[in-house]
């Protein structure tokens, strides 16, 4: 069965300095990643994705991530990191290769940016 | 719609009532989600519909729980004899059929049970 691993609960930085936030997956097959946003009191937003292609994927509002099949991570970065960037960060990951393409999230990391 | 409708925004409820839940998925969406998202906590999987296919049910967490779809739009979460433990936010998403689309969510019913 597929999983997720976000090995950190918290991620403190710096306004204007650069974030990442870890993602990890276990699948039998090829990976389809996902990273989500959820702000405050407000639903799950999809950022990016990684289905083929390139390794490097650029998202929303500046975000941007980096699929290593050898690592199996997919961690999730941010150039400059801005206040408004604070909010819960889920990956999640589908299995390409089952027949019920279940996605599956990680428990979240909570971003907190400091001005 | 232009997004995912869940309904009704909040629910409360005394226990051991039954309650249920409505999402009505992006139109010609043919997957759907239901997940549930304890206060601050991570999103656990309760159940995946994909077109004419059996629903995968596995992250149901007990026979209280159940859930339909219709003609393969509305989907609805039926919670029996509700437990304080049920309170949670329940999310539900849908995506086109295919293996890469990404999955678009509700903004979710917060069920307080009492």
């Known amino acids: 069965a597929q999983s997720v691993a976000q090995p950190e609960d918290q991620v403190n930085v710096a306004e204007g300095n650069p974030l990442t936030v870890k993602c990890t997956y276990s699948v039998s097959g090829n990976p389809y990643l996902f990273w989500y946003v959820q702000y405050p009191n407000r639903g799950l937003q999809f950022l990016l994705k990684?289905?083929?292609?390139?390794?490097l994927v650029k998202g929303s509002y500046g975000f941007e991530a980096e699929f290593n099949k050898s690592q199996t991570s997919f961690h999730l970065k941010k150039p400059s990191a801005l206040v408004s960037d604070s909010a819960l960060y889920f990956c999640a990951v589908r299995d390409m290769n089952t027949g019920f393409q279940k996605l599956v999230f990680g428990t979240g990391t909570r971003l907190l940016v400091s001005p | 719609g232009a997004g995912v409708s869940q309904s009704p925004s909040n629910k409360v409820t005394e226990k051991g009532k039954d309650v249920e839940l409505r999402c009505d998925p992006i139109s010609g969406h043919t997957a759907l989600y239901w997940y549930r998202q304890s206060l601050g906590q991570g999103l656990e999987f309760l159940i995946y519909f994909q077109g004419n296919s059996a629903p995968d049910k596995s992250g149901l967490p007990s026979d209280r729980f159940s859930a339909e779809r219709t003609g393969g739009s509305v989907s609805t979460l039926t919670i029996q004899r509700t437990q304080q433990e049920d309170s949670a936010v329940y999310l539900c998403?849908?995506?086109?059929?295919?293996?890469?689309?990404?999955?678009?969510f509700g903004q979710g019913t917060r069920l307080t049970v009492v």
């Open positions: 998403a849908s995506s086109f059929r295919g293996q890469g689309p990404e999955a678009f």
């Open positions: 990684y289905i083929t292609g390139d390794n």
